[in-house]
């Protein structure tokens, strides 16, 4: 875990992560202190101090407030912050009624929930208003290379992607196509270590189109021994937008890189976790699924079948029937096999809807009990469009040697993919997930994946 937030997490996110966890501990026995009640015994207040931050926090990434790829704007997230409160006390209450040797008077836990909801939002319009306004430290990074690769970091649009770095300029290399506007090219007569000191570089990203080219490696090394971070390009997609971009990375980066290891003491933890986590999901969703029957039935009539199976490629290219409820008309692949679209005429409005919260895949959760699927992977695709995909996209095999998942990074980093390009997308986020799996991961993406369903940000 600590592995993770070092090499994926910016700094300034990890230390506001830390402030806001602090804003929740102590919210309790200020409160307390406030509302002049008698101080519990030290193990009762360090034992409530601890639920209450933790079930906050683990609310707040489960409405997407640590998703840090996630474009929102200052009014949503000050309505995620409002909701995690009121969930915090709905929980909370249930836990001080459970555990009532740790409960503390309804007005100190009201000044703790105000307490803490001022603490978020003054940290959360604070880092809005600092970020829009380039006050909060940047890491400052030089691009080695200005050819087709190096054009892949400017052509980054999104704030999510740039916001925690300043690309200071591209350096040109001899006889390298350039694809960098003149303005932002470097050139550096002499020394690159001299000019990475003096212009305080925190971080080179090697970016040549041909790595046959030859490297300063004496310039870089010297550059490495005083501090400065060197990547490779792809490492750089990965650390700062969660993805591994197909046009940056050479099968050899996959190959000597750290990460795609898998062992049996892994694999035999998650299939616990899957287990533990399909059937918990389904006692605590059956009534939404009765719900979801009813509503198919009464749209489509009481003759037209409710799930749908449909043959999906899972792990080691096996074959098998995954279940959903049905959100297309009954005949709707009359014609042969088409790739889902947005606003797709085939799907019912009960489909419409129930794709959009993620409800049509519950019935998977018995594949997941089954062991054909895991909780979290890559999506399992038809074996049509996986033998037209293997051919066309490089890589794309890679996604079979895990079990595919009943929610994924991809799912919910990416809308919905209609065609190839967005299959090419989704399959840069799956194999960051591949080459980054661990159990805490897994978590992230199951509590990010409340946040989609909640804000309705499945299928389009």
């Known amino acids: 875990m600590v592995k ?21 501990l102590v919210s309790i026995p200020f409160a307390i202190y406030l509302t002049k009640n008698d101080l519990p015994d030290v193990p009762s207040l360090l034992t409530m101090m601890l639920i209450y931050s933790s079930v906050v926090f683990l609310i707040m990434v489960s409405l997407g407030l640590y998703n840090r790829h996630l474009r929102d704007s200052i009014n949503s997230s000050i309505i995620r912050a409002i909701l995690t409160f009121v969930l915090a006390a709905v929980i909370m209450s249930s836990i001080f009624y459970a555990l009532p040797h740790i409960a503390i008077s309804r007005r100190a836990f009201t000044y703790a929930i105000l307490i803490s909801l ?43 992607d740039i916001r925690h770095f300043n690309c200071i300029g591209y350096v040109p290399v001899e006889g390298e196509n350039i694809k960098i506007d003149a303005s932002r090219l470097i050139n550096i007569p002499d020394s690159l270590y001299e000019y990475v000191v003096n212009n305080k570089v925190d971080e080179i990203i090697v970016a040549l189109d041909d790595k046959r080219k030859s490297l300063p490696i004496r310039d870089l090394l010297d550059c490495k021994l005083y501090g400065v971070q060197i990547d490779e390009l792809s490492t750089f997609f990965e650390k700062h937008i969660g993805r591994i971009k197909l046009q940056s990375v050479h099968p050899s980066n996959l190959v000597f890189s750290n990460g795609f290891m898998r062992s049996y003491i892994n694999e035999r933890t998650k299939r616990v976790l899957d287990l533990i986590a399909a059937i918990s999901l389904f ?4 009534p939404i699924m009765l719900i979801t029957c009813l509503a198919i039935m009464l749209e489509s009539g009481f003759k037209a079948p409710i799930l749908y199976r449909q043959t999906r490629v899972g792990q080691n290219n096996e074959t098998f029937d995954v279940i959903k409820f049905r959100s297309m008309g009954v005949n709707a692949e009359k014609d042969g096999a088409v790739m889902a679209s947005t606003n797709d005429n085939r799907v019912t409005k009960v489909g419409a809807f129930i794709r959009k919260v993620r409800i049509d895949e519950l019935p998977q959760l018995w594949n997941v009990i089954k062991g054909e699927m895991s909780f979290v992977g890559p999506r399992p695709e038809r074996p049509e469009f996986v033998n037209q995909f293997s051919d066309s996209i490089q890589f794309y095999e890679v996604r079979h040697f895990v079990k595919p998942g009943l929610t994924g990074w991809a799912q919910i980093c990416y809308p919905y993919g209609s065609n190839e390009e967005d299959t090419k997308n989704k399959l840069e986020y799956d194999l960051y997930y591949l080459k ?18 909640l804000w309705k940000q499945g299928a389009k």
Not at 14 to 19: E, L, Q, V
Not at 437 to 442: M, R
Request: hydrophobic share 50%.
């Open 4 to 24: 993770f937030f070092k090499h994926h997490i910016p700094t300034s996110e990890f230390i506001k992560t830390i402030f806001e966890f602090a804003i929740l």
């Open 118 to 160: 001022a603490g978020i939002l003054f940290s959360r319009t604070s880092c809005y208003f600092l970020l829009a306004n380039n006050l909060i430290y940047r890491k400052k990074i030089l691009v080695y290379g200005a050819g087709h690769r190096a054009s892949l970091i400017s052509d980054l649009k999104r704030k999510s």
């Open 283 to 286: 006692l605590l969703v059956w």
């Open 436 to 453: 980054n799996y661990s159990l805490f991961l897994d978590l992230m993406i199951i509590l990010h994946t409340i946040q989609v369903v």
